[in-house]
């Protein structure tokens, strides 16, 4: 049996399940959901969360996997945003996770891993009037799962954009959770307030969402003592943002990086732009220790 594989199966959606047996790791990514990863398993444990119901309705958003952010994070005012002079209409945290990707490239000689497109059409230019590719490679090295991800500008003119994944980690058990966050100070995003942070959150309040808008590093860490791990985040400079998000009686946490706050095509705060025909290429890696 070769050490890297990558197999295919047709449920509701066709999954690619990416082997590497040396560790072993296992990642199941489904390119017509949005292009999420639905699962991640290393030594026969999963690390995610996928709330099944919602997943297998296509009317709704998966809360589950790593869905993917673009070209906002967060929500909008009225889901709406105003370019030379004209309003449209974005759905919290973009279309990209929506959509359906396509698969560009397979591979399994001296790793696994598995590349997949979205590019613009009539769909997203009517809430989003710019052309655009974007390639995302997933791939699995060891204990460690990489997102690589490379940003084109295809319009003639300068395009604005926010970029971020919402990993869902599965935490039964949260009051063991244990966080190493790079930052002393957060905003509540829901109550608008600033907040000292000591590595510390109430998780009997039924909701917490909090951005970490200045970090001093770019690693982040989460230890589970109930399930002895340890889950290390690492991003690159084009994340300067870490979000926090859990809701009280579901088995997960969320900690995702993002490139800018809500509501940055209005109000430009961190908004990264690219020049037509330039490309932007940047990296997220989750490595797992069993501790």
Not at 243 to 256: I, M, N, S
Request: glycine content about 4%; overall charge negative; some cysteine.
């Amino acid at each position: 049996m070769p050490v890297f594989s990558i197999d295919r199966r047709r449920q509701l959606y066709d999954i690619y399940v990416l082997n590497n047996r040396e560790t072993p790791s296992r990642l199941e990514v489904v390119p017509e959901r949005g292009g999420i990863i639905a699962s991640w398993q290393v030594q026969g444990r999963e690390l995610l969360y996928m709330d099944t119901e919602r997943f297998t309705n296509p009317s709704m958003s998966v809360r589950g996997g790593i869905p993917i952010l673009f070209p906002i994070c967060g929500n909008l005012p009225d889901n709406t945003y105003t370019y030379n002079g004209q309003s449209y209409s974005l759905k919290q945290h973009g279309f990209a996770r929506e959509l359906p990707w396509e698969v560009l490239d397979q591979q399994t000689d001296d790793r696994v891993s598995l590349t997949i497109g979205l590019s613009s059409n009539a769909q997203t230019r009517e809430v989003y009037p710019f052309d655009f590719l974007l390639e995302f490679t997933y791939a699995l090295h060891g204990q460690t799962l990489t997102l690589h991800q490379r940003y084109t500008n295809r319009s003639s003119e300068r395009m604005p954009f926010s970029i971020g994944f919402h990993p869902y980690f599965l935490a039964p058990d949260k009051g063991q959770l244990r966080f190493e966050i790079p930052s002393n100070e957060a905003i509540d995003q829901i109550t608008k307030q600033p907040q000292s942070f000591f590595n510390t959150f109430d998780f009997n309040d039924a909701e917490i969402d909090w951005i970490f808008p200045h970090l001093s590093r770019q690693v982040a860490s989460v230890s589970d003592l109930s399930r002895h791990t340890r889950i290390t985040l690492t991003y690159g400079s084009a994340f300067p943002s870490l979000v926090f998000w859990t809701v009280k009686g579901k088995d997960f946490y969320c900690l995702e990086p993002w490139s800018a706050p809500r509501n940055a095509l209005n109000t430009s705060d961190r908004l990264l732009y690219l020049d037509p025909n330039a490309s932007l290429e940047t990296e997220v890696a989750l490595t797992v220790d069993f501790i």
